[in-house]
């Protein structure tokens, strides 16, 4: 079956401004977070089993309205490769392929968020190709890598390096992949003064050492605001520009931030928390994707969600009043 990606991807690569938008529901939170990645199970305030978390990334693939579920290669395995999800879908499966220690936040563990960036990989693209066995069955083709720079230069040589080291591979073995651009974790007494400019001249930079062989098929950074968006997305039409969706907030602030982020050039978005948190996240993609092809407004989407909640008689987290609120964004 064609996958939704591939489609958008050539339509964007041949018009930037298309109506095209890629979504994604970003389930790879176990690479990261341990025992809080899966959130709340909905009946109580007990963390969902990993069982249960699975069972919410078939719920979202199975509905078929976004174009990528992003796992970790052990979810992929199951859920890919031993169960076949993704093979009568329109949605393609991808693979978290690094780890770097910004991302170690799990309870207790120390304060490697605290310090700047290193690089390390977990995930073999050998294994997650289904090279390393012969008849292994393939978990994806395409992965994300993440960078985190902070304005340091040791530290930033060896994120970049390894990221070297990786493309390398990737093209080598036949890994398609998308890159994450973080801001600075832990810059110190080097912070740039302006964070968002930071990241904007950070991927042009990157970007510019790199052939088309070797260049990520999307970007996936923070919203930087109109202005910045904005000239990052018109600085080079062949990039396509995508968004993390960040921390929980209010359900109009991911409405929002996605209508805005589209409206100033923006042609993907990755969201977590914000759909692993939702009352329903079937609902929320459902609502997601009406805002991403430009057939809801984030005010209305959000009156749309709480009348399908109760609907379905959930119980939404907030008020509806208090959901329509916007909380500020150090990037708006």
């Avoid at 050492?209 to 968006?229: D, H, N, S, V, W």
């Amino acid at each position: 079956m064609q996958k939704s990606l591939d489609a958008k991807l050539r339509k964007l690569q041949a018009d930037s401004s298309c109506n095209e938008f890629i979504l994604a529901d970003a389930k790879d939170a176990d690479m990261a977070f341990g025992l809080a990645a899966t959130g709340s199970c909905a009946t109580s305030q007990r963390p969902r089993t990993l069982d249960e978390y699975r069972d919410q990334i078939r719920a979202v693939v199975k509905q078929g309205l976004i174009d990528i579920s992003l796992m970790s290669a052990s979810t992929a395995e199951v859920l890919s490769a031993e169960e076949g999800l993704f093979a009568d879908s329109t949605v393609t499966p991808a693979i978290r392929m690094n780890d770097s220690t910004d991302i170690w936040l799990a309870a207790g563990t120390g304060n490697y968020a605290e310090q700047p960036s290193l690089p390390h990989r977990s995930a073999s693209i050998e294994h997650v190709l289904g090279l390393s066995d012969q008849g292994s069955t393939p978990l994806a083709t395409l992965g994300l890598y993440s960078i985190t720079m902070n304005n340091n230069a040791s530290a930033d040589r060896a994120t970049l390096e390894a990221f070297a080291q990786f493309r390398r591979e990737a093209v080598s073995l036949g890994l398609r992949y998308f890159l994450e651009v973080f801001p600075p974790n832990a810059p110190g007494p080097r912070a740039p003064a302006d964070e968002g400019a930071f990241v904007r001249d950070t991927v042009i930079r990157v970007l510019a050492g790199l052939t088309r062989a070797e260049r990520p098929q999307f970007l996936k950074i923070p919203y930087l605001g109109p202005e910045l968006t904005e000239q990052l997305a018109s600085y080079d039409s062949s990039v396509i520009l995508g968004i993390m969706g960040g921390a929980s907030g209010t359900t109009h602030d991911a409405f929002a931030l996605l209508a805005s982020a589209k409206q100033h050039g923006v042609r993907a978005a990755l969201f977590g928390r914000r759909i692993n948190n939702a009352e329903d996240q079937c609902a929320f993609v459902q609502h997601l994707r009406g805002i991403a092809d430009g057939e809801l407004k984030p005010q209305e989407a959000v009156r749309s969600y709480h009348a399908e909640l109760e609907r379905c008689a959930i119980t939404p987290h907030r008020s509806l009043n208090e959901d329509l609120e916007l909380t500020p964004s150090s990037f708006s």
